[in-house]
């Protein structure tokens, strides 16, 4: 079973940027249909926050970072992004990036197979 490890977190002041990075222990284009980022809040439920579907061949996000997060893969490093730009207080959280070998639902933690431990995501001035 594949293994992910994210990195990148830290803490940015309100308007910064971050690049979280997903490192998979295998191929994740070749073996899964999706690939996601979601991020949980303190007593608050994981949140989807973007998708990268390559059946469908697009990406989807979560209307309040829309414009704002970008995510991606390089899939000859096994590995999946989220550039993070204009970062508000409201963007703190755990992140955790997820693969899925079902093409949907996109938005739902249950659709999704393996998950990374989580990256801290501080935003505070």
């Known amino acids: 079973q594949v293994q992910l490890v994210e990195s990148g977190g830290g803490l940015v002041q309100p308007g910064g940027s971050l690049r979280l990075s997903c490192v998979a222990s295998g191929s994740i284009a070749s073996s899964f249909a999706m690939v996601a980022w979601f991020r949980q809040a303190p007593g608050t439920e994981r949140k989807f926050v973007a998708t990268l579907s390559w059946t469908a061949g697009n990406t989807y996000y979560e209307d309040a970072v829309k414009g704002r997060f970008t995510i991606s893969t390089d899939n000859a490093k096994n590995t999946i992004y989220l550039q993070m730009n204009s970062l508000e207080p409201a963007d703190t959280a755990v992140y955790y990036c997820?693969?899925?070998?079902?093409?949907?639902?996109?938005?739902?933690?249950?659709?999704?197979?393996?998950w990374g431990q989580g990256t801290q995501v501080t935003v505070s001035s």
């Open positions: 997820a693969v899925a070998q079902r093409s949907d639902p996109i938005a739902t933690t249950w659709a999704y197979d393996t």
